[in-house]
């Protein structure tokens, strides 16, 4: 019995920063965020928003548009790394908002947590329900798994380019419209790292873009590799003389950071996956020089990372294989369309990599392309740090999702900030609950929290606004 995603909804708020206004403001060149980064406009959340009310907001627009009560619905996980408590589950908040609509006790009969792990954390909450529901726990329910975030970095840090917000929640359920997962073949891998992190109370994370980086691409080939493994054990794909894997993988949507890391992930895939294979006769030729070699054939990330030589030789022929026709090929057949929506709404942390797969679905549907039994290849990420890879194939009635999408439809008009107005919602200054800058219509908003010297110390409501 087929298992996976039957539907998905995104919430994105309604207020941006536009990347030319973000450049001019740091003194960078535009040209550096539109192409070296991928971003031209960056979602950020009102004073009245959290990730619960994006969550819930995102959880409401695919009950809405499936007809769906809360009955059912047998539980709802909430991946986030934007926690809004040390002991209360973000959907718990969410629950309790929809209750408003659906109401009081209406959720009562389900279950569900708050998963977290980095980015990666949605990709184990869309693996355990799937798996209990394929274990027949799930009494004829659908699951829920909502990923919601809000990216915030430091103002005047090199990662204040990679901020973004939103929320996508997606429908689990037996016979999926959309994309049934493949089985046996999910792959991670976890190791203890500090790659990218944000100790209690800190609002900001302490991250080490490069050294993040560097870490995603190796732990996301390691899963592939155990995912490819189990591929071909199980006979799921089976390879002929001279092919890669990914020559059997349609669409590739991984974590997105930024739009250039999608990029950045397939030409580190496609390298290890070709390199032993004839077609890459064609590829050094038409890069001109050999593939380098790090000096410690372990290739941990220290012995990389120490190796300067190294690095600098293999950016170099990164850049020139980034430009080779074969490489061209498959990101524009495989990649490319995954990554319109993050340059328009920016990192959305766990988010990232199914706004990704939405964006791919919607534009390869609009480009013509047919996506009856295309294979999906998801490479999650998530800093601390764990990989999970797996994939799932679209099903015949994907056009009764596909062919409705319209990502700046379901975005909704939306206000471009000044620097000034953005500055003062990041910094948190100039604006109450109640003195937001966009005025929300039929959607959740965040109308109080506790003081801290109350007896309701942190205690959060949210209201519908009609
Ligand atoms: N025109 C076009 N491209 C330009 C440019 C210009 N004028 N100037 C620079 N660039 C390119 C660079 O060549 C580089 O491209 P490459 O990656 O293909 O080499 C890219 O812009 C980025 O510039 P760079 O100076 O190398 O990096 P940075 O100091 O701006 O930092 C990040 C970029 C992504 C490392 C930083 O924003 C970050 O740490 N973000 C957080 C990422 C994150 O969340 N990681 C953890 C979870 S996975």
New binding site residues.
Partial sequence: MPVGIDDLAIYVPKLYVDCNDFAKARG??????????GIRKMAIVDVNQDPACMAANACLKLMEKNGLQPQDIGRMYVATESGLDESKAMNSFVIGMLEQVYGEGSFEHAGGIECKF??VSGSYALYDNANWIRAEENNGKAAVVIVSDI?K?DIG??????QGAGAVAMLIKENPRLLAFDQKVTSTIITNEY??YRPFGKET?L????Y??L??LIQVRKAFDSYKEKALRYGLIDLKDGESITDHIDLISV?L??G??G??ALAYLLRHEWRNLPRWKEVIREVGIEEPTPRDPRGTIESILADTEFMKAD?KF??LF?QTALYHEAFEKKMASSLKASELIG?L?TASMYMGFRSSLEFEYKRGTDLNGKRVGFGS???GSSAMVFSGVIQPSYKEIVSAMNLEEEIGTRMKVSMDEYEGLHRGIGRGLFDSINHSNKEFVLIKIGGKLTKKAGLREYVYTT
Avoid: Q, W
């Avoid at 960078?28 to 980064?37: M, Q």
């Avoid at 840090?157 to 990679?162: M, N, P, R, V």
């Fill in positions: 960078i060149d535009p040209h550096k965020l539109e192409y070296g980064i980095a980015c990216a970095y840090s090199t990662a204040e380019y990679t790659d990218f994370p991250v080490n873009g490069n993040s980086n870490l995603y974590h950071p930024y250039r890391m990029e950045k950016e990164r850049k980034m990192n942390y990420y998530g800093s």
